[in-house]
């Protein structure tokens, strides 16, 4: 049992050195997309860089949706900003839910 709970703990630490390896990465191409993205935004708005700077901060965010039948899925990912103190806020975000929908026909 203990040596099932060392490996356990082994592993574990493993995987997470992973999933924490890549974070500044991921923050600078949340960074990235989120400049294009207001870029693009100023380009068809010029004005919205004074609401921008006026407001108590923003946010920028991604999202991707799949529908099937009854089973939907949506994820994505995004920055806030306070713009108060500059700091960012980086969020990932994740939804599912399922449809039911019923037919009645009357004879």
Known sequence: MKNLLTALSVTLLFISSFSFAGVEED???YDKS???TIAKFKEEKPDISGKMASGVGYAVFSNVGVNLFVISAGGGTGIAVDNASGKKTYMKMGRSWRRFWFRCKRF
Do not use: I
Request: hydrophobic share 35%; net charge negative; proline share 0%.
């Open 27 to 29: 923050r600078a191409e």
């Open 34 to 36: 989120a400049n294009e």
